[in-house]
């Protein structure tokens, strides 16, 4: 028997759900994996921020938007 893995984005809960109740409809096994996968780059800069903030070091909010642009880009 051949297995496949299939990756898909969704958007939002009622795509996830509209999603599994086809799945369950087929009969096909599945698994859901809501972890997001970050880069190290992500990690570092993620663990920096939270570091700063509990020191109490914040940025304004122009600057937090041009960070996040590049953590997604």
Wanted: charged share 35%.
């Amino acid at each position: 028997m051949m297995m496949s893995t299939i990756t898909i984005h969704t958007e939002n809960e009622n795509q996830i759900n509209l999603l599994k109740a086809l799945l369950k409809e087929l009969k096909i096994n599945f698994e859901i994996d809501k972890e997001e996968n970050l880069t190290e780059w992500q990690k570092k800069q993620l663990l920096k921020g939270i570091d700063e903030a509990d020191k109490g070091d914040f940025v304004s909010k122009e600057d937090a938007k041009e960070i996040l642009d590049q953590c997604f880009r």
